[in-house]
Nanobody
């Protein structure tokens, strides 16, 4: 089992920055990767990006490339989502997720944190 606790959401103006954190506990040594998703009101949950737990390679959805960065601190078992040049369309509840294997769906989820970007 893995537990995920997120923090760092809030209200920011267009063009501003926020950093979200996702602290993992439990069987973190067995993790394959962690990811960030977001869900805006009335919309389906959307993949934002992910990071391999071992090696640290990252992948991002096109809408956030060049603005968002995912990085990790393995000593703290924490993954971060640095969000720069924020836009109103980035407003959503952001979730971190984890899985043990690339062939399975993400089955560990954080509680979510609200990010609101004002215009």
């Amino acid at each position: 089992q893995v537990q995920l606790v997120e923090s760092g959401g809030g209200l920011v103006q267009t063009g501003g920055s926020l950093r979200l954190s996702c602290a993992a506990s439990g069987r973190t040594s067995s993790l394959y990767n962690m990811a960030w998703f977001r869900q805006a009101p009335g919309k389906e949950r959307e993949f934002v990006g992910d990071i391999r737990w071992s090696g640290g390679s990252t992948y991002y959805t096109d809408s956030v490339k060049g603005r968002f960065t995912i990085f990790r601190d393995n000593a703290k078992n924490t993954v971060y989502l640095q969000m720069n040049s924020l836009k109103p369309e980035d407003t959503a509840v952001y979730y971190c997720a984890a899985r043990m294997d690339m062939t399975v769906l993400y089955n560990y989820w954080g509680q979510g944190t609200q990010v609101t970007v004002s215009s």
